[in-house]
């Protein structure tokens, strides 16, 4: 098992910046990928940004290349995602999310989600 705890998120003027932090906790070995996705009402959930724990490869919707920044901190066993330069599109919420690698059954975990509203 693998638990996931996120903090951050709020409310931010148009341009402003956010920073999500996600603690990881449990079998923290067995984890592969680790991502931040964000729902937004009415929509389907939506990938923003992914890094693989192992070597630090990083992936980003292109709505957000350039302005978010995903890391790890693998002493603190925590992944952040650094949001600079927000829109009011940008209003979500944010969930992070853990992938464990095929040997430990690439299984999906969740945090509970962090609300960011971006005001015009």
């Known amino acids: 098992q693998v638990q996931l705890v996120e903090s951050g998120g709020g409310l931010v003027q148009d341009g402003g910046s956010l920073r999500l932090s996600c603690a990881v906790s449990g079998r923290i070995f067995s984890i592969n990928t680790m991502g931040w996705y964000r729902q937004a009402p009415g929509k389907q959930r939506e990938l923003v940004a992914t890094?693989?724990?192992?070597?630090?490869?990083?992936f980003y919707t292109d709505s957000v290349k350039g302005r978010f920044t995903i890391s790890r901190d693998n002493a603190k066993n925590t992944v952040a995602l650094q949001m600079d330069s927000l829109k009011p599109e940008d209003t979500a919420v944010y969930y992070c999310e853990a992938r464990t690698a095929p040997w430990a059954g690439e299984h999906e975990y969740w945090g509970q989600g962090a609300q960011v509203t971006v005001s015009s």
């Open positions: 890094i693989t724990i192992s070597d630090g490869r990083t």
